[in-house]
C-alpha cells in the first residue's frame, strides 16, 4: 500500500487534469465539511510522525498550537530538502504537488488557518516552477485558502524550523531561542503555526480518506506508516522507495539500491542524512528502518536518506568532506558552533594530511562536548553525532594517518 | 515578585521578574556575558553565561533561564568552570593576538574572563584563524576591526532597536560572519559613539581615542554630563603626573545607560585651568547673575554670598539651540544645552533682567561668546572655566554636584580630583569673603 507515491508512475501526473483522473482532490467537499476537531483527531490516532528527520509525533504538534491562543493561525510546510543524502521531497514536488496541495487543503482546514506558507530550497528551481504551476491550476480546489511559496537562498539552516520561520518573515535565518514552556508553539508573524515536512503533510490525504487504522496497518506499532527512504552513494542503482517502517536495511539496499557497486564490500552506512551516526557494516546487517531500532543502536533514522560507503572508501576523507559542508552551513550564530565546525574541520584536515597527533582526539573531544547541546539549534549536536561516529567507529583509520602513532 | 533562590549553597533574595544576569550583580555576584544587555535585550547567542542549574539535563545561559522560587544554580561547580572554560577557547580559536595594539586593552572582556576562567595555553596555529578586514571606518568616529569581533551582535541591535537606525547588518554566515554596513552608507546619528562603549572587546574602538592612552593609566570618575538637560550618566577618564596638569582624555557611557556624542566629545573642550584671582578684581556696585550651568551648591553659595555682601542676584537659562534637531528613536539629546534650568526655577532666582546695573559678574560654567554678544551694552566681568574669564574657575568637571534635570530627577556628579587645578566658585567665593558660606544641603524638598 502506498500513502505518497501512489501516482509517481503515472506519467504527466503533475498535470491538473491528469492527477484529478486519478484520484486527487477526490470527495474534498466530504472531507472539508468535517469539524476541524475530527480531522486533528485521525492525525493524532494515526500516530503519523514527522519526516522532516525529527520524528515527532505530528497530532500532538497539532494539538499543543490548537489549544494557544491567537487571532490567526498558519501552516508552514518545510520544504527546504538540504539535508546531504535526502532528495525525497523532490519527488512530491515534481511528480504529484496535488498530493501536497490536496494535504496542505486538509490540514489547513484542520488548523484553522486561511494562509499557508510553502518554503522551498533555493537550487530547486523546477520543483519551485512545478508547485507553483500546480497551484495555479487547483485554483478552484482551494476555496479561499492562499498558499505563498517562498524560496529560500542557498542555506542548510534554513531547513530548521525556526530558521525557516525568520527567513520567511523576511529576515537572516538565525534559529530562535526555544520557548521557556513546551506548551507554547512556533510562532510566525506573532501567531501560532505548525512546521511540517513535505512528505508529512502529503501523507495526511491518505490517512482522511482510508482512516488511521489503515495508516496504522503499515510499518512497525511505534513507527507506523511508510516513508519515502533514499539511497545513494557507492551502489548500482541510487533511488527513492516508498516503503513501510520496519524493513530491513540490507534488504533495502539490495533489493532497491542493488547492492554494493562494482561488486565490491559493504564499509558502512549512514543511516539518515549527515547528521547521526554511522553504522559499521555488521551493525547494517541487522538494523531495521524504523525509530526505535536505529536509537537501540544509538544512530538515528533522519530523515531516511542512507548514503552507503564501499571497502575502498577513506573515511577520514569522508568526515572532512561531510565537516566542510557543516562549516560552510552552520549560522554563526552560536560561539561554539561557529567556530568549534571550523576548528574541528582544520583538526580532521590536518589528520588528513597524515601531520596529526594523538592530542588532536582530545582536541576534537572537547570541540565535541561544547557542540552537544550548549547551542540555540540541534545543528551543533547534529555535527557532534557526525565527528563521534567516525572517530569511535573507524578510530584505527584516523590513527593509522598519524604522525606518532605513540 | 520577591524570591529566594539558591546560588552555590547560599540563599538569595531576588525578583522573579527581573533577568537573572542583573539580579545577581545587584548581589555582586558576576556572570560573564557578552551578548546580554538590559537595554538591548536577550540575544543568547554569546553562550558564555551557560551555568549548571540543578534538575537541568544541560547546563542553561543565565540571561534566558527563568526565574523561579527555590531554584538552585551553581556558577563556580567543576561543570560551569569547564564550561566557560571551553566557550572561552572556542572565542579565542580565531581571535588575533591583538592585545599589544588594541585600544580595548585593560576594559576587554576576554581578557578578564581569561584571567578568571581559562589561563590555559593555546595550540591554535595562527595560519588557522579565520582572516578578517582589520580597522575599516564605519563613520562617525567608529573603526571596525572584524577579526577582533565575537559576534555578539550588541552593535546592530543598538542600531536597530534603539537609535532605529540600521546602519549595521551581518555580513557572510559561519565563521565567515562579519558586522558589515550597507554598500556606502556609514554610520550616521547622533548616539554612535554608544556602538565603541556597546562593544565588549576591541572590535569597534572611536577613533578619537585609538592609540592615545592606555586605560590603566586613566583615572575614572563617575560625573554627569553637562552638556544639556538631560544629564546623562558619564564616566571621565583623566590623567596626571607630576609633570603633566590633568588632561581629560574621553568620556564614556557608565556601560549601562547611552550618551550622544556632542556630550561625548565635549570633553575636548573643558580643560583643567589654574585659577588666578587677579588682585585688582571687586565685586563692589556689580549685579551678580548666575547662569543655569552652575550646580545646585555653587547656586546656593552664589545667593548666599550675595546677601551677606548686599548685593543682588539673577538668573539666566536662555541656553537652547535655535537649531536642534533629533533624528533617532533614542531621543536623549534636549533642546536646552544647561544643565541645570529646573535647579534656577528651583531655587527661584529672579530671571527678570530689565533693570541691571551697568557693571555685572555672571558665573558661567561654559563658553562665554554668546553670553558676551547678549550683554554687550553692560560691562561684564565672568567668571568661568576659559581663557580670558576675569577669573578662572574650576569647570563643572573638576568638581562634584547636583543638578536638576529636564526629568524632574536630581542628579550628582560625584567627580573629585584630590589635585586641585582650580578652584571651584564656592572655593573662590569663601576665600573672598573669608568665612564659609551658608550652602544648602538638602535638595530634595525642591522636587
Known amino acids: 500500500m502506498k500513502v505518497v507515491s501512489q501516482r509517481f508512475d503515472i506519467p504527466n501526473c503533475a498535470d491538473y487534469s491528469v492527477a484529478k483522473q486519478n484520484g486527487a482532490y477526490k470527495d474534498l467537499d466530504k472531507i472539508l465539511s468535517k469539524n476541524p476537531q475530527e480531522i486533528v483527531d485521525i492525525v493524532a490516532k494515526s500516530k503519523l510522525r514527522g519526516k522532516g528527520g525529527g520524528g515527532g509525533d505530528c497530532g500532538a504538534k497539532w494539538k499543543n498550537m490548537l489549544a494557544w491562543p491567537g487571532n490567526k493561525r498558519y501552516l508552514v510546510v518545510n520544504g527546504d530538502e538540504s539535508e546531504p543524502g535526502t532528495c525525497k ?50 485554483k478552484s480546489e482551494l476555496r479561499g485558502l492562499e498558499i505563498f511559496v517562498y524560496k529560500g537562498a542557498g542555506a542548510y539552516v534554513c531547513g530548521e524550523k525556526t530558521a ?81 517502517f520496519g524493513y530491513k536495511m540490507i534488504d533495502f539496499i539490495n533489493n532497491f539500491g542493488g547492492g554494493v557497486w562494482k561488486n565490491r564490500e559493504l564499509k558502512a552506512v549512514i543511516p539518515g542524512g549527515a547528521s547521526v551516526p554511522v553504522l559499521t557494516k555488521e551493525e547494517v546487517q541487522s538494523v531495521t528502518l524504523d525509530y526505535e531500532n536505529l536509537k537501540e543502536f544509538k544512530s538515528a533514522l533522519g530523515t531516511g536518506g542512507m548514503i552507503v560507503f564501499d571497502e575502498t572508501a577513506s573515511m577520514p576523507e569522508a ?39 594523538l592530542s588532536d582526539f582530545d582536541t576534537l573531544e572537547e570541540i565535541c562536548y561544547m557542540l552537544d547541546g550548549k547551542t540555540i539549534c540541534l545543528f551543533a549536536p547534529s555535527a557532534k553525532d557526525l565527528i563521534k561516529g567516525f572517530i569511535t567507529k573507524f578510530r584505527s583509520e584516523f590513527i593509522a594517518l598519524l604522525k606518532d602513532k605513540n | 515578585m520577591i524570591v529566594e533562590i539558591v546560588v552555590d549553597d547560599k540563599k538569595i533574595s531576588v525578583d522573579d521578574s527581573g533577568n537573572l544576569i542583573d539580579e545577581l550583580k545587584k548581589h555582586n555576584i558576576e ?13 543568547g547567542n554569546c553562550r558564555m553565561c551557560l551555568i549548571e542549574v540543578v534538575g537541568q539535563k544541560r547546563p542553561q545561559i543565565a540571561c ?22 571551553l566557550n572561552l577557547a572556542l572565542e579565542f580559536k580565531n581571535h588575533p593576538l591583538d592585545c599589544p595594539i588594541c585600544d580595548q586593552a585593560g576594559e576587554c572582556r576576554l581578557q578578564e574572563y581569561y584571567m ?65 554596513i550597507f554598500g556606502d552608507r556609514k554610520i550616521d546619528n547622533d548616539y554612535a559613539g554608544n556602538v565603541a562603549d556597546l562593544c565588549p572587546v576591541g572590535a569597534m574602538t572611536l577613533k578619537d581615542f585609538r592609540f592615545k592612552q592606555r586605560v590603566w593609566n586613566l583615572d575614572k570618575q563617575e560625573a554627569i554630563c553637562q552638556k544639556c538637560s538631560k544629564g546623562c550618566n558619564i564616566q571621565i577618564w583623566s590623567y596626571t603626573d607630576k609633570n603633566t596638569p590633568r588632561q581629560i582624555y574621553r568620556f564614556t557611557s557608565n556601560g549601562d545607560d547611552f550618551i550622544c ?151 550628582f556628579s560625584k567627580a573629585n580630583f584630590n589635585d586641585k587645578t582650580s578652584l571651584s566658585i564656592i572655593e573662590i567665593l569663601e576665600k573672598f569673603i573669608g568665612e564659609n558660606l551658608q550652602i544648602q544641603k538638602d535638595f530634595k524638598c525642591l522636587l
Open chain 1, 89 to 138: 521531497d523532490k519527488y512530491i514536488l515534481n511528480l504529484d504537488p496535488h498530493l501536497l496541495i490536496e494535504g496542505i487543503i486538509i490540514s489547513s482546514h484542520a488548523l484553522g488557518a486561511k494562509q499557508a506558507f510553502v518554503y522551498i530550497r533555493g537550487e530547486y528551481e523546477r520543483e519551485f516552477q512545478s508547485l507553483t504551476k500546480a497551484i495555479n491550476d487547483a
Open chain 1, 164 to 244: 525557516l520561520i525568520e527567513s520567511i518573515e523576511g529576515k537572516r535565518g538565525h534559529p530562535r531561542l526555544k520557548p521557556h514552556s513546551k506548551a507554547q508553539p512556533d510562532t510566525i508573524f506573532n501567531e501560532p503555526c505548525v512546521v511540517n515536512n513535505v512528505e508529512t503533510i502529503s501523507s495526511v490525504p491518505f490517512i482522511v480518506k482510508n482512516g488511521a487504522e489503515a495508516y496504522l496497518s503499515l510499518g512497525t506499532e511505534k513507527s507506523p506508516g511508510t516513508l519515502l527512504f533514499a539511497v545513494s552513494g557507492h551502489v548500482n542503482t541510487p533511488c527513492v522507495k516508498e516503503v513501510p
Open chain 1, 319 to 357: 568526515l572532512l568532506n561531510l565537516l566542510e559542508f557543516f562549516t560552510e552551513e552552520s549560522c554563526g550564530q552560536c560561539t561554539p558552533c561557529r567556530e568549534g565546525c571550523g576548528w574541528a574541520t582544520q583538526i580532521v584536515e590536518k589528520i588528513v594530511k597524515g601531520e596529526g597527533t
Open chain 2, 31 to 43: 556572570i560573564p556575558h557578552f551578548c546580554y544587555h538590559k537595554a538591548l535585550g536577550v540575544s
Open chain 2, 64 to 85: 534566558d533561564t527563568p526565574i523561579s522560587a527555590g531554584m538552585e544554580i551553581k556558577i563556580n561547580s567543576e561543570l560551569t568552570r569547564k564550561v566557560q572554560r
Open chain 2, 116 to 180: 578568571k576562567f581559562d589561563l590555559s595555553g593555546s595550540d591554535v596555529d595562527k595560519n588557522w584563524k579565520v582572516d578578517k578586514p582589520k580597522k575599516q571606518d564605519f563613520g562617525s568616529g567608529i573603526v571596525h576591526d572584524a577579526s577582533r569581533c565575537v559576534l555578539c551582535r550588541r552593535c546592530v541591535r543598538f542600531l536597530q532597536n534603539c537609535t532605529k537606525t540600521c546602519e549595521l547588518g551581518l555580513k557572510g554566515r559561519g565563521e565567515w560572519s562579519e558586522i558589515s
Open chain 2, 261 to 411: 556624542d556632542e556630550g561625548r566629545y565635549s570633553y575636548k573642550n573643558e580643560p583643567f585651568l589654574k585659577s588666578d584671582i587677579a588682585s585688582g578684581f571687586s565685586f563692589q556696585g556689580c549685579d551678580l547673575i548666575v547662569t543655569s550651568t552652575l550646580s545646585l551648591e555653587e547656586m546656593s553659595a552664589v545667593k548666599s554670598f550675595a546677601s551677606k555682601v548686599g548685593l543682588r542676584v539673577f538668573g539666566y537659562s536662555e541656553f537652547d539651540d535655535e537649531n536642534f534637531k533629533e533624528n533617532t528613536n533614542l531621543k536623549l539629546r534636549q533642546k536646552d544645552k544647561s544643565s541645570n534650568k529646573k535647579g534656577l526655577e528651583k531655587l527661584e532666582f529672579n530671571q527678570n533682567l530689565n533693570d541691571l546695573k551697568d557693571d555685572i559678574v555672571i558665573f558661567h560654567l561654559g563658553d562665554l561668546e554668546n553670553l558676551k554678544t547678549k550683554f554687550a551694552s553692560k560691562n561684564v566681568k565672568f567668571i568661568a572655566p576659559r581663557e580670558g574669564a576675569d577669573i578662572v574657575c574650576a569647570s563643572a568637571y573638576h568638581r562634584s554636584g547636583h543638578t536638576i534635570n529636564c526629568d524632574n530627577e536630581i542628579k
